[in-house]
């Protein structure tokens, strides 16, 4: 670890939380809220969804409003949050419970960076992988004062929060570009994207109010001839001339433009392959899939040459060479998909849709030249809205770095400043722990109790130290350890008690011990005494 800022302290998360390992049966909670796996946002802290615990089954996790939650099934999922209400959770969930020495909402965010994340991956590699309580009690953890955490806390909720309207705003770019987009081919299928262009070219209005008195609306059929495609899996005679050809699948043809990363290969025959062979200018649309594919389509491109397609995709080749297939392939995919939808058919798995009724598609038919135009125009705007797609892509991926950063600097001390009035980490840290022990062996005393009240033994009557204090001067640690009823009927329990003020009192330096040896300088036992100092 580095060298820390003043009055930080190195330590682990371990020493910093307790695991809150109590666990019921949500039948004895019935009303207490459950929150599942599910119910955490991944990376974000958010709890989005809880239900009654009555709807689970299984063990549940108690926990109460404060505690730090984290999932510990698929660590990289980030599911850490601080719930404000008491309840129960997921038996994948761990509630830890921030000591005295540390701000739980510190704590989140510390097991939220990703130095933490790296840390958990290293733990489990498996298929679902998952941490224990034990092996991430040992992430390393510089600990700030317990007063410059909660300005930390402050500081990055200001400077989070900040990111996080960023992160709104560019969450809606998306939707706009598609809508801007959307609004544009409305505009240039009625004619209104090029109204400049015929005023130029002297072109009167008038005639039908829905396009400019030039156009024409024809069937696609009309103005194209449409071909269905290659049967795959069709079986051909043993004997016949066969040769491979890649071809195109429902899969390929996306909306607006092709997939080509997976070209599979078939073998047709000659005649097969001539009369099916795609060309510049032939426009795709998909005859079968899912509802929202029918008709979607783009058009030919130089990697598909020599190319065929199956039968679920038609192709669309325009009687007149001088038309711009672009703006067939436009409108079908953005004025014609409801048309494709309501004239198709809806089967259990799969939807389709027959020649006749895509030859029926109704298509506006501008003068080729305006066609011309009007693709271009489209496209040249869909380049603009593309670039700003393209920097939407690029500051999202610049807001998680920014976060990051923010965090770095936090938990390295140069967020905020140092203040020298605080108490140092260490401090409270070691307060804190002797405050534990106490605790600890207090409420083991009272249990021992409980479950021996009638021992015939002789129970502690006093503490080590005070043993010790009694002695005056060197004592044999069994000795020792009977003036503090520790005799052959003594319990584990008692053992254990008495060990932790032995380790504790060394810990201080309030104990002195002298092993005692024999003339042959073997070991017979060990006296202590209090250190006089």
Request: charged share 30%.
């Amino acid at each position: 670890m580095r060298e820390l800022p003043q009055g930080w302290a190195a330590t682990t998360l371990g020493e910093i939380v307790a695991l809150r390992g109590e666990r019921t049966d949500p039948a004895n909670v019935p009303e207490l809220p459950f929150i599942g796996l599910d119910g955490i946002k991944p990376h974000t802290s958010e709890i989005i969804k809880f239900v009654k615990a009555t709807e689970v089954k299984s063990s549940v996790t108690r926990f109460e409003a404060g505690d730090v939650l984290y999932s510990r099934l698929r660590p990289y999922l980030n599911k850490v949050t601080i719930p404000s209400f008491d309840g129960v959770a997921s038996a994948e969930i761990l509630a830890l419970q921030a000591s005295d020495a540390a701000e739980a909402e510190f704590v989140r965010r510390r097991i939220m960076t990703n130095e933490f994340l790296e840390f958990a991956a290293l733990l489990d590699k498996g298929d679902r992988p998952r941490v224990n309580y034990k092996d991430i009690s040992r992430f390393p953890v510089a600990l700030p004062p317990i007063a410059e955490q909660r300005r930390i806390v402050e500081k990055v909720d200001g400077l989070t929060a900040r990111t996080a309207r960023v992160r709104k705003d560019l969450d809606r770019i998306p939707a706009l570009i598609s809508q801007y987009k959307s609004a544009i081919l409305s505009s240039a299928f009625k004619g209104d994207l090029t109204k400049d262009y015929r005023k130029r070219n002297n072109v009167r209005e008038g005639g039908r109010s829905d396009f400019p008195s030039d156009w024409d609306v024809k069937p696609l059929g009309e103005i194209s001839e449409i071909q269905g495609g290659i049967q795959v899996g069709k079986k051909r005679h043993a004997n016949a001339e066969l040769v491979d050809v890649p071809y195109l699948r429902v899969a390929n043809v996306q909306r607006g433009w092709l997939d080509l990363d997976e070209i599979k290969t078939l073998r047709v025959t000659p005649q097969e392959r001539d009369r099916l062979v795609l060309r510049k200018g032939d426009v795709l649309m998909n005859e079968g899939g899912d509802r929202d594919k029918l008709g979607r389509g783009w058009v030919w491109h130089e990697e598909v040459r020599n190319c065929i397609h199956q039968n679920h995709v038609f192709r669309i080749r325009l009687n007149d060479e001088s038309f711009p297939p672009e703006f067939i392939s436009h409108y079908a995919n953005e004025n014609g998909q409801q048309y494709f939808i309501d004239q198709g058919k809806q089967t259990t798995n799969l939807a389709s849709i027959s020649k006749k009724k895509v030859s029926e598609l109704p298509v506006p038919v501008p003068p080729s030249k305006e066609a011309i135009e009007i693709v271009r125009r489209i496209e040249a705007k869909f380049a603009w809205l593309d670039q700003i797609a393209t920097d939407h892509a690029a500051a999202e991926r610049l807001v998680p770095k920014l976060d990051a950063a923010i965090l770095e600097r936090a938990f390295s001390g140069n967020l905020v400043p140092q203040d020298p009035n605080d108490e140092p980490a260490r401090a409270l840290l070691e307060r804190v722990n002797a405050e534990r022990s106490t605790a600890t062996r207090t409420q083991r005393a009272r249990e021992l109790s409980k479950q021996t009240p009638h021992r015939e033994t002789k129970t502690m009557a006093k503490n080590l130290q005070e043993a010790l204090a009694e002695a005056g001067d060197w004592i044999s640690a069994q000795d020792a350890f009977q003036r503090c009823g520790i005799g052959p009927g003594a319990s584990t329990e008692e053992i254990e008690i008495l060990y932790v003020e032995l380790r504790q009192l060394d810990k201080d330096g309030k104990l002195e011990k002298e092993a005692v040896n024999d003339k042959q300088g073997r070991k017979l036992y060990d006296r202590l005494r209090l250190n006089a100092a």
